[in-house]
């Protein structure tokens, strides 16, 4: 630990001293360079003196300048956070985003100290166009849909009337703080007023996601604050832009704010039919990506990226785009996409994510050390009171409407959750950054950073003991059981027919009409060869197979007399099967981590993995079959000696597969003379088919889906 | 349309059956307008077609079990107050009530709701789920997606998990017990409101 925390000292050394390679002219400043062994030529380069043109030592700075910055301060922010994680009790109390601030705040003086000049910023476009995006197209991959869509009505509620509501709100009692303070305030105009308090009301997801994701609370809850963070972006961007545009005309009529108000549903609307648009387009091109599986992975990225660009230029919500495209293309893109590829996508995500999310805020403590701040206490600390105020009264105006038409009230602990777990972020950094330049710039960008510090500190630190203090409902971890999963899709059934009966159109009704249209037109259009469409069931199900099989390579599991499927299993079968069952579900119980985990795939635990459908799995040509190879007794010893070779393969891609109910009725027919002649007669087709062809014995052996357990095959 | 007044007293027995059901005149009245909808006959009966003719329910796997729930046993036609008794398992529970203590058990609670699903698996009423009953609602609810090996093996677990004394069905009991972290009373409950 102490190593890691020395590495990143160093290394912020040698940031120091490439920025003093690079000082502006007419400043001295000590060089921690390497002894130079010749003379230092004025543009940074030193080479050997010696009379030969020929320099055997040379070193070129500026050549790699650019890139060479940018890693070092990548570097840097991993490294600190490699250091937040290994420092004992520190994760327990502060939240990564503090530390992370912390360190910019600590490198920036030390820059501002070498060269007495502001450290570099966060240019508000390389914010928005390269910090951004992976953050929110992270969230938006991993978003629980049927969360999101179940809450959809509140989460709008909150983000669009709540953002509305805060941002007048702040806007108008700020300018009543000013009028006030008539002496050193006087000159900042109603106009000026309400557009601070449209950057400054917008919770940011970033910062929301930083820290709700430390803290384990209930799905719900963590839906509504994530959700309302993302989708207030629309209404902030369209805000903001309203109130700098106004502030450039001579004069602002009502038809202007009429205008305005029609601008917020084109640029919501907007954004998520451009990220509807290259959703279905990622997922039709996903389609075709079987010969060049390494591309496919980048398809996504692609086709997300273009999403959130395209609506960027349109001046529509670049975020909702991106959140929306994602969403869209996930399930489509799983289904057609290799295993791997699938892996792949979802790593990078985390990892870009993460990257982006650190840069961010080592840059938000870099930035605070300028020379451009302008102090004001009745601004500042007004700003910070009415930021709280506002939130509360508004969430509590809010749920107390919404509750009335939701099934699942709000409680009172919630609503403090989410209203103290009103974020602000680097958005509002990078948008306060962007207003045309006026006398009392310097105090907004000011109050800007100390709200933002304030809430990413105060409120980040103090939100977790306080959720442990009211109890708020936490988070169910365990993977549903079989049975929970059939008698729950047994009862939305029953309640969508239920509602039918009663003529009610409630969200099942919907529901079931989107899933019928997704499976008669999207699945078939956008799916290679229409892979059937697991239901949640199965999946669960084979989730739970595929855990005891890894769980069961790690032990050595009882011996276990397995048997081809058809028949009831024995009793002895079945309780060691259930023994290991249970013994490794717990297992994989207790390593569950939450959702959105920055840190971890969460690989075998949460909800979202087990809602991919499973598929056979076609790379480099050839097929691997997965656990369904029934076990023959030791008679056949000789034949098991290929398909050993194959199972110990296909144990290291992890692969699952289920052949359709053609492939059943096929083999079935081919080996029916072959049952008449042994006595196991699944064991003779195997007998039959193999010699001939390996792959129709995987196709026969593929079809049954037994508890074997993996010890067992090698025996 | 008429008064409301006038419309309750079309209502035979309005006052036990918003007693027995926990319903309220307004949501009485909503019921009673759809069931004269449902009724194209205006035989003032529901028969089996007359919930056929809903769309949504015809594509409901387990529609026509739903249907069937509404028959008692025996009967071919559903009169207004077993429509009412029946729909009324779905009301939202009213937690506060029961602190009265001597309410007699209303339909809407959580155990009455349990059972209502469990029969929907018990076609044969004896009590207890047996693998095959439970076969027969995966293959309704899982179609075409999966053969038959695994829908023997999805029951076969299913019924490990929940069977607590080994005889190879589920009874009541142990159905109540599978689903007690499961919140029921808000995932069984349709919002009566207009």
Known sequence: MAALWTLSLLLSASLLGCLAVTSPDGSSLPHNLPPSLGTNSSDGSLSVDLPMALRVFSMDYHHVQAPFEIVLWIMLASLAKLGFHWSGRVPAVVPESCVLIMVGLLVGGVIYGVRHSAPPTLSADAFFLFLLPPIVLDAGYFLPGRLFFENLGTILWYAVLGTLWNVLGIGLSLYGVCLLAQSSLGDVSLLHCLLFGSLIAAVDPVAVLSVFQEMQVNEQLHILVFGESLLNDAVTVVLYKLFESFLRLPSVSGLDVLLGGCRVVVVGIGGLCVGLFFGLLAALTSRFTSRAQVIAPLFVFLYSYLSYLTSEMLHLSGIMAIVTCAATMKQYVEANVSERSNTSIQYFLKMWSSVSETLIFIFLGVSTIQDIHMWSWPFVCSTLLLCLIWRATGVLLLTAFVNKLRRNAVTFRDQFIIAYGGLRGAICFSLVFLIDDFPKKRLFIT??????????????????????????????????????????????????????????????????????????????????????????????????????????????????DPRSQGRPLLPEEMESIRRILSRNLQNFNNKQTPAYSRHTLHQDTSVDRTRKPLYRHQSLGERYSYNTITHFQGEDGGLSEPQRVRTGLSRSHTVCSISPRSTLLDSSDSAGPAQTRSMDPKAAREDLVSPKHQETVERAARKHLSFVLENEKQQ | MGSSSSSRNKIPNAQELMDQTGFSSAHLLRLRDRFESLDRNNRGYLSRDDFEALGGLAMNPIGGRIIEAFFSSGQDTVDFSSFVRILAHFRPTDRNRNKEGTQQELPSSRTRKLKFAFQLYDLDRDGKISREELLQVLRAMLGLQVTEEQLQSIAERAIQEADLDKDDAISFDEFKKSLEKMDIDTKMSVSFLK
Do not use: C
Request: proline residues 4%; without cysteine.
């Open chain 1, 447 to 560: 109050t800007t950073i100390v709200v933002i510090l304030f809430t990413v500190f105060v409120q980040g630190m103090t939100i977790k003991p306080l959720v442990e203090l009211l109890y708020v409902k936490r988070k169910k971890r365990a993977l549903p059981t079989l049975s929970e999963e059939i008698h729950s899709r047994l009862i939305d059934h029953l309640v969508a027919g239920i509602e039918d009966v009663v003529g009610y159109w409630g969200q099942h009704y919907w529901k079931d009409k989107f899933e019928q249209f997704n499976k008669k037109y999207l699945r078939r259009f956008l799916i290679r060869n229409d892979r059937q469409a697991s239901s949640s069931i199965l999946r669960v199900y084979q989730e739970l197979e595929r855990r005891e099989q890894r769980g069961v390579e790690e032990e050595a599991p009882p011996i276990v």
